[in-house]
Every structure is written in structure tokens, then in C-alpha cells.
């Protein structure tokens, strides 16, 4: 099918025919005709239109030029790979109730370099990945039917109690040979390895220091000198849960479709004056400018951090605050830039009360880590 018309008037006839095949096309391999992802320019693949509507969007604000191989509209790619429904990571698919398949050979390759010191746990995460579900079973192996229905377990917020009902039915409709664990418990063990690792600090109750480096000894805050610990020695007065972020980087680097991605903004943007996403920002370009040996790499991460409290108690009358921080990937597209899973949790800060001015306290972990590693390998990517 001829492209030719993207880049025409959107006043003459060959782009008015064009839009009329493009929209044929989507409507034809959309899942739900009535939801159909727009590339228009306003909309910039972030939001879902009827039929109707798609036409008038891409008449009246045209489309992204650069959007020549259809591939959120069911178009195959080269080797016959079908994006829409393929399985990668960073997949286009916009409807919040679903869930994407498994990479299960990518995640084991992922995560064995960060289980070198723990080749037992990483042999049996391969030997789940390759054995079958049950005698048989060519579909699913033991590992991605767990991720499958814990990715269901958390998209869905189901409780503990809940999945294991649910993985108890599950295995009693298999066969008998089935190797489907039926406790949470169970599969939280199996999928550990390749979970989040994190750090749990001991901090002061009046946010002045957290216990580590030279302070992690010390019974009590050298500046204001509360106890570190409640009535019990072995209960902090107040905690921080700090999750490395350069593992998760990593990965997100090794995946060939996600460093694609990251990419974006420097390979893929529309540079027309129209202000779509950060870079196109006066900032972006001082940046650029001020630090040019980073600006010239695009690979370069530009983060962003957002936080703000929030009661774990739901609707209890309870006074408490626990304040989750969010780093945001600046460098990918905006319809992936705020997407929950490019989202990365970074810090919990546990309350009662709220840190503050004192959060850069807090933060030092995270800025830590981010100095010491600045410079990670690009033999990765």
C-alpha cells in the first residue's frame, strides 16, 4: 500500500483517499472497532476513537509522518512479527485491562548476571522456564503460566487469599501431573529471583539522618539524639525501603525493543515547533547545551521524580502518611513516558507523619546510586 499520501496536503484528494484506506485498515485488524489507537497529531497514539472520529481526527490534525509501518494497527514487520500482539515488553497496547505475554527466555537471560552469586537459584528459575506445565503442554511452561496469572494477580489487585483459591481451582481442572503451585506463597518463591531487590534503612524519627554508612551502628540520631529503635531494640522507629534502579536499567537496555525506545527523542520525534513531549522543551535544549557530552549520547537517561503521600489505611480513621517516590523515563514516547510499568518505584517512606523539607534525607540512596553509576557499560545495550 502505497505511503506516499502521509506526507501530502491534507487539503488534496490523494491524502483524503489515504485517510479512507488507513481507516479501513485499522477498523479491519482492530480488536474493538470502536476503540481504535489514533496517530493523529493531537491525539499522538495516547488515545482510542471510533471510526468516525479517527477520519476526522486525521483530516482536521493530521498524521504522525514518520508513522509509515502500521505496526499499532496489525501491519507485520520484518520476520513476520506482529507488534500488536507480540510479546515485548514495551508494547504499544493501551487497554489497561489486559496483560502482555511472557518473555520468559529474556527474563532469564535478564536476570543472570544478577544471580552470578546464586547459581542455585538461578538453575532452578531456568529449570522452571523449560519444564511444561503438565506432560504435554507445548503452550505454557511451569514459569510463564505463573507470570501469566500473578501479572493478572496484580493487575487486578487481587488479594493473597483470592489467588490462592484461584490457583487451587486451576489445578484441580489439569491434569494430575500438573506442576502449577496452589499457594501465593509458592509462587512468590518461584518468581523471587527475578523480582526487585531492595534495601531496608533504619531512619530518624524526626527525618535528620538515615542509619547507614558511618551512622549504621549508632543506637541513636547523633543530631537530635531520639532512639533509633521503639520500646524493642528490634523495632525501628521509622524505616525507608530503597529500590536499586540500575538493575532495572539494565535490563531495560538489554531488551533490543525497550533501548529502541529510549531512543525516541532523538531518532523518531516530530520536530515541527509543537510542544508534544519534554524534548521539546526549552529546558531540554539548555541541558543539551550546558553539558554537551551528555546531550550528544541519546542513549543518556533523563529522569524525573515525583512523590507525594498517601494512607495505606484506605478509609480507617488513621492518621498516617507513607510517601512513595516515582522516577519517570524522560526519553521514551509519550505513550509510554507514563505508562505504570515504565514507572519505577525508587523509595517508600514510611510515616506516621509526612518528610517534608527533610525528604532530601531520604533521597541520598537514590542520588548515591545514581553518581556511582553514572557511567554503567554501553556493551549491554
Known amino acids: 500500500m502505497d505511503r506516499k499520501w502521509i506526507s501530502a496536503n491534507r487539503l488534496s484528494k490523494e491524502y483524503e483517499i489515504g485517510v479512507k484506506e488507513f481507516v479501513e485498515f ?13 496517530p493523529c497529531l493531537k491525539c499522538c497514539f495516547g488515545k482510542r476513537v471510533r471510526e468516525d472520529e479517527l477520519e476526522g481526527h486525521l483530516v482536521c490534525n493530521g498524521i504522525d509522518q514518520s508513522y509509515t509501518c502500521w505496526i499499532r494497527h496489525g501491519e507485520k514487520k520484518k520476520g513476520n512479527i506482529n507488534f500488536e500482539n507480540s510479546s515485548t515488553y514495551a508494547s504499544t497496547d493501551f487497554d489497561t485491562d489486559t496483560y502482555e505475554p511472557d518473555r520468559v527466555d529474556e527474563i532469564a537471560k535478564a536476570v ?9 537459584m538461578f538453575e532452578s528459575l531456568l529449570s522452571d522456564a523449560e519444564k511444561e506445565l503438565y506432560n504435554g503442554c ?10 501469566k496469572l500473578y501479572n493478572l494477580k496484580a ?12 490457583l487451587t481451582l486451576i489445578k484441580d481442572m489439569l491434569p494430575d501431573d500438573n506442576e502449577l503451585p496452589s499457594r501465593t506463597y509458592e509462587a512468590k518463591r518461584i518468581l523471587c529471583s527475578i523480582g526487585m531487590s531492595y534495601e531496608r534503612i533504619h531512619a530518624c524519627p524526626n527525618d535528620c539522618i538515615l542509619f547507614r554508612n558511618e551512622y549504621e551502628l549508632l543506637k541513636a540520631c547523633p543530631k537530635c539524639n531520639v532512639s533509633r529503635y521503639k520500646k524493642k531494640e528490634s523495632t525501628p522507629a521509622k524505616v525507608v525501603w530503597y529500590f536499586p534502579i540500575i538493575p532495572r536499567f539494565r535490563r531495560m537496555y538489554r531488551s533490543e525493543e525497550d533501548s529502541k525506545h529510549l531512543t525516541w527523542h532523538a531518532d523518531e520525534r516530530i520536530r515541527d515547533g509543537m510542544f ?3 524534548a521539546d522543551s526549552p529546558q531540554w535544549a539548555k ?3 550546558e553539558y554537551p557530552e551528555f546531550g550528544i549520547e541519546s542513549r543518556n537517561l533523563r529522569l ?4 507525594d503521600g498517601m494512607n495505606p489505611h484506605g478509609l480507617q480513621s488513621i492518621s498516617h502518611s507513607t510517601w512513595p517516590v516515582i522516577l519517570v523515563i524522560y526519553n521514551l514516547p509519550p505513550w509510554l513516558c507514563m505508562k505504570r510499568k515504565f514507572m519505577m518505584l525508587s523509595l517508600l517512606i514510611s510515616g506516621p507523619k509526612q518528610p517534608g523539607n527533610d525528604i532530601d534525607v531520604y533521597l541520598t540512596p537514590l542520588i548515591e546510586n545514581l553518581k556511582n553509576n553514572q557511567k554503567f557499560s554501553y556493551k549491554e545495550r
Do not use: M
Request: charge should be positive; proline fraction near 6%; include cysteine.
Open 304 to 307: 524525573a521524580l515525583s512523590t
Open 26 to 38: 485499522a477498523v479491519k485488524n482492530a480488536k474493538d472497532p470502536n476503540r481504535v489507537v489514533c
Open 138 to 147: 507445548t503452550k505454557f511452561t511451569r514459569l510463564s503460566a505463573i507470570l
Open 287 to 289: 541541558i543539551d547545551h
Open 112 to 120: 543472570e548476571e544478577d544471580l552470578r552469586d546464586c547459581p542455585k
Open 276 to 278: 508534544r513531549h519534554p
Open 155 to 166: 493487575s487486578n489487585g487481587w488479594s493473597d487469599k483470592s489467588f490462592t483459591e484461584l
